[in-house]
């Protein structure tokens, strides 16, 4: 399993933009997907993640601001990203687990000038 993630980039506090993660190799029904972020001098942290069945788990800090969503026939998965603060500033990771184990994308990173 292979994962593609792409849409990073820089953006002035207030603005939006929208990730992309595309899946590819053996791709199985039954995953879940998520989106990761990693400020500098940060842990990683859980921001959003969706199942096959598109049910949505959001951390706090991104409720009513970031929505993620999934094309299933496309293996691709999104992160629109509105609103954004300074805060999210980070390396943002896809990540895909299926049959118990996790696969990650490279990061892209999302920078939100003040």
């Known amino acids: 399993v292979q994962l593609q993630a792409s849409g990073g980039g820089l953006v002035q506090a207030g603005g939006s933009l929208r990730l992309s993660c595309a899946a590819s190799g053996r791709i199985l029904s039954g995953n879940s997907m998520g989106w990761y972020r990693q400020a500098p001098g940060k842990q990683r942290e859980m921001v959003a993640s969706?199942?096959?069945?598109?049910?949505?788990n959001y951390v706090d800090s991104v409720k009513g601001r970031f929505t993620i969503s999934r094309d299933s026939a496309k293996s691709t998965m999104y992160l629109q990203m509105n609103s954004l603060k300074p805060e999210d500033t980070a390396v943002y990771y896809c990540?895909?687990?299926?049959?118990?184990?996790?696969?990650w994308g490279q990061g892209t990173q999302v920078t939100v000038s003040s």
């Open positions: 990540r895909l687990d299926q049959l118990l184990r996790p696969y």
């Open positions: 969706i199942t096959s069945g598109g049910s949505t």
